[in-house]
Nanobody, 114 residues
């Protein structure tokens, strides 16, 4: 499985971004997928997860502002991020668990200026 995240960039506080993560290999509809982020000097943080059974979880820090979505036909997942804050500045990673193996994309940088 290979993952390619995109959509990061520089935005001002209060603005929105939509991240995408395209996956190749494996059976996409069977993936459990998620988004994480890592800010400078901090540990990687869970943001959202979406199981193959199509249940979605969110971290408290982003619930109500971020939305996970999935397009099986395009083999792509998205993270819609609204009302961005300076503390959302980080490298964002998509993550897949398939057949008990973890896969990570290279990440896309989101910078939020206040």
């Amino acid at each position: 499985v290979q993952l390619q995240a995109s959509g990061g960039g520089l935005v001002q506080a209060g603005e929105s971004l939509r991240l995408s993560c395209a996956a190749s290999g494996g059976t996409f509809s069977s993936y459990a997928m998620g988004w994480f982020r890592q800010a400078p000097g901090k540990e990687r943080e869970f943001l959202s997860a979406h199981t193959a059974g199509y249940t979605t979880w969110y971290a408290d820090s982003v619930r109500g502002r971020f939305t996970f979505s999935r397009n099986n036909a395009k083999r792509t997942v998205y993270l819609q991020m609204n009302n961005l804050k300076s503390e959302d500045t980080a490298v964002y990673y998509c993550h897949v668990v398939w057949r008990g193996v973890d896969y990570w994309g290279k990440g896309t940088l989101v910078t939020v200026s206040s």
